[in-house]
């Protein structure tokens, strides 16, 4: 059907996103005009021409078409920063499935009536013979302020504003009054919120060795021959993949050109920063959740006006409006993190491909574990596939045990510390040499269940167990629902109901017991919860303040400790227990990441890999370090049962606050997803709808989850099937109900 009327924003302003203006479409441009256009349209009473973007096409208009008024005309592309962001925009919209003003403001930066810094100076205006006759002329009148004032202007030209008024004690009616006389003028220089607080000093550049200097070759050439491409790198833990994106990035700023550098969580920010600081200065800035509002505007606006060359940060990071962007790194591309889990639900790595080819920009992907995605698409052509297998941080890998809990418990050992590793904590104790110990849970215990009957408990709202906390407290983690611990379980009565205890709190509390002269940290989401805090436990620890640090999937992903001789994995199976196809390859990359950590310095390293399941081909390749081995087997699961990255798969959620109608409209909509099966095709290659069913927490905040998959191996026809899903939920749900859709999830749901 033709398309009449477009929804368009005339501010992209954040605060402005939610207030669209509806004008018609001339007939010329209805066949032409598309969501993320810049066109020029009458605005105000005075019909200005303004100029706007296009966020939504419709048939039918909103208004009265009496009053609608009419697109002046496209305006034609060019290379602002406003128009690649609002194009990206328009990209985020149609791939992952989301309104056009939500992936506005996922892109653009945040302005939310953010007020600029300003330096304020009070500069005499008044020569020399003229302020010693006013001054005079204030004695004489006894006005005390003004003369002070005056006393020290002429004494030193320019004065700061807030030396003025406090230290001075002068008020600003009395600046005000003098700066009417033109005796004096106020100066104000804007300044800028910067969060780096760093000393500087110079890093020196490293000899490259051959692996590395054929990488760094390749991707400039390609760059400067107009071949700008995707290249992953598959580097074992320490073989210098952060010196292979220094070289780059600095080679390209020679050229020009920007650099955005990916990491995939907040606590590496800070390690991450220290390194190119030291080596690009006062060029390099952050932007991360942590930082303020002010912090994060003022960072957009110092890369929009060529003030820094290099931004670090997480997936959102990538959104940073610098002008000429060159180079896109992303390090440890393998990790769950770099996809957004609210709409648009994008993933990093793909929105990078295509900030980069709309720059013209190199994009390199860096990890020891690499993702299936990634790999898959390096083996098939379509990445630069490089390895580097020589570790170059000092020391080589570690050697790796990997311990059968069921046996330590046949033998009666109960304590969450096998006998060996007990022994190796002891003895690097003795030696000062420090200790890593991984667990990949949050929290002091886990979830309360009754041995007797096998009940749970729950949070009322959410379907979720609830978590034993310190002061005898039951809490939900995600509607924050509190209920008192229970002694006998409300099920059966039976006095046998107790909490998993398998926290890194709890593990803390045991080495203390175990190791009482020992200083440890302990390194978790309750732990790092205040803005400094990742940097303050990092620094001590890189400092020697403390002999073990504790800690959960963050502190096993890119940090170098060099005096780190031990690493110890705890229970390394309880993600291969999590209800989702990619369990084993995460499991399999921490616990690479993991082992990675010992021995990087001049000292050798071990690690000891505790689990329930010794044989499963995720520990077993991970303790040998054997990445293409895991591949060959992770691969054939994934063709066989046909998940990505063999085959796309789409997420439908649907949420209800009532859970019959909820129930009702996934299965319409899953019926509306089945049509779109060929039946004519390969049944091994047939689209499939898999559902609908209950998610699988199926209540949160008191609302009704379900959830529906459709696999296919191309993507375009399960974008076709989003937006035909996307359409029958505008006429099918109410206020009441919601739909979601996320491609390649890498949650369960």
């Not at 020009?256 to 907040?266: D, F, S, T």
């Not at 060529?306 to 409006?321: D, H, K, M, N, V």
Request: hydrophobic residues 35%; contains cysteine.
């Amino acid at each position: 059907m033709e398309k009449l009327y477009a929804d368009v924003i005339i501010d992209i302003s954040h605060e402005k996103l939610d207030r669209p203006f509806q004008y018609r479409i001339p007939e010329e441009m209805r066949s032409i005009l598309e969501e993320g256009q810049c066109v020029s349209v009458p605005f105000g009473s005075g019909n200005r021409l303004r100029k706007g973007y296009v966020v939504a096409v419709k048939d039918t208009p909103d208004w009265d078409v009496e009053k609608i008024k009419e697109i002046a005309g496209i305006v034609p592309q060019g290379v602002s920063i406003e128009e690649n962001q609002i194009r990206l925009a328009a990209f985020l919209k149609k791939n992952y499935g989301s309104t056009m003003i939500q992936a506005m403001k996922t892109v653009l930066p945040a302005r939310q009536s953010v007020r600029p810094l300003e330096n304020r100076s009070i500069k005499l205006l008044a020569d020399e013979v003229q302020g010693r006759e006013l001054l005079e002329t204030c004695r004489k009148k006894h006005q005390p302020a003004r003369a002070r004032l005056l006393e020290e202007l002429l004494r030193f030209q320019s004065l700061p504003y807030p030396l003025v008024t406090g230290k001075l004690h002068i008020s600003p009616s009395t600046i005000k009054a003098l700066e009417k006389q033109g005796v004096l003028a106020v100066e104000k220089e804007s300044r800028y919120r910067n969060p780096v607080r760093l000393q500087a000093h110079r890093d020196e550049r490293k000899t490259l060795s051959g692996e590395q200097a054929r990488i760094v070759d390749t991707v400039l050439k390609d760059f400067d021959d107009g071949r700008t491409g995707v290249y992953l790198i598959h580097g074992i833990t320490g073989s210098g993949k952060t010196e292979v994106y220094m070289r780059l990035i600095e080679e390209i700023l020679r050229r020009g050109r920007q650099a955005i550098v990916l990491i995939p969580e907040i606590a590496l920010t800070y390690q991450t920063l220290v390194r190119f600081y030291s080596r690009f200065g006062e060029q390099v800035s952050v932007l991360n959740s942590s930082l303020s509002l002010g912090e994060k505007y003022d960072q957009c606006q110092r890369a929009r006006k060529g003030e820094i060359q290099i931004i670090i940060g997480p997936r959102s990071a990538l959104f940073t409006p610098f002008p000429h962007i060159g180079l896109i790194v992303m390090d440890e591309e393998h990790e769950s993190s770099y996809k957004s889990e609210s709409s648009p639900k994008y993933h990093a790595r793909e929105t990078a491909q295509e900030i980069a080819r709309m720059h013209g920009a190199s994009l390199v992907l860096g990890s020891a574990t690499p993702s299936l995605e990634s790999y898959y698409r390096a083996r098939k052509g379509e990445y630069r596939l490089f390895t580097l297998k020589q570790r170059l941080t000092g020391g080589s890998l570690p050697d790796v045990s990997v311990v059968d809990l069921r046996e330590e418990l046949r033998q009666g050992n109960h304590s969450v510390f096998s006998r060996k590793l007990q022994g190796l904590i002891e003895d690097r104790l003795q030696k000062k040499q420090q200790i890593m110990l991984f667990l990949n849970r949050r929290g002091y215990a886990g979830f309360i269940s009754c041995r007797a009957c096998g009940h749970v408990m729950k949070c009322p709202n959410c379907d979720v167990a609830l978590s034993e906390h310190k002061g005898g407290r039951l809490i939900c983690h995600y509607c924050g629902h509190v209920e008192p611990a229970v002694r006998t379980c409300p099920q059966c009565g039976s006095g046998y109901i107790s909490g998993f205890r398998a926290g890194t709190q709890q593990i803390e509390d045991r080495l203390k017991e175990l190791y009482p002269e020992a200083v440890v940290l302990r390194m978790d989401a309750d732990t790092t919860r205040n803005k400094d805090s990742y940097e303050r436990i990092l620094s001590a620890f890189a400092a020697g303040e403390a002999d073990i640090l504790i800690g959960t999937q963050m502190i096993v992903k890119g940090h170098d400790f060099p005096n780190v001789t031990l690493v110890g994995v705890l229970a390394a199976d309880l993600s291969l227990s999590a209800g989702d196809y990619r369990a084993g390859e995460r499991t399999f990359a921490l616990l690479t990441q993991a082992v990675g950590r010992a021995g990087r310095g001049n000292l050798p390293g071990e690690a000891v890999i505790q689990t329930y399941q010794p044989e499963h081909y995720s520990v077993t390749h991970a303790a040998a370090q054997d990445y293409e081995g895991f591949y060959e087997e992770e691969i054939l699961y994934r063709e066989l049962l046909r998940y990505p990255p063999v085959c796309h798969m789409m997420a439908v959620q649907i949420f209800a606050a009532e859970e019959a109608r909820g129930a009702e409209l996934a299965g319409e909509l899953a019926a509306l997803a089945g049509d779109y099966a060929d039946m004519a095709e390969d049944l091994t290659k047939r689209l499939l709808v898999i559902g609908p069913a209950p998610a699988a927490i199926g209540k949160l905040y008191n609302i009704f989850r379900f959830v529906f998959y459709v696999k296919y191996e191309k993507y375009d026809k399960l974008v076709e099937i989003k937006d035909a899903l996307e359409e029958k939920a505008a006429v099918l749900f109410s206020s009441k109900e919601t739909l979601q859709i996320d491609f390649n999830p890498v949650n369960a749901f």
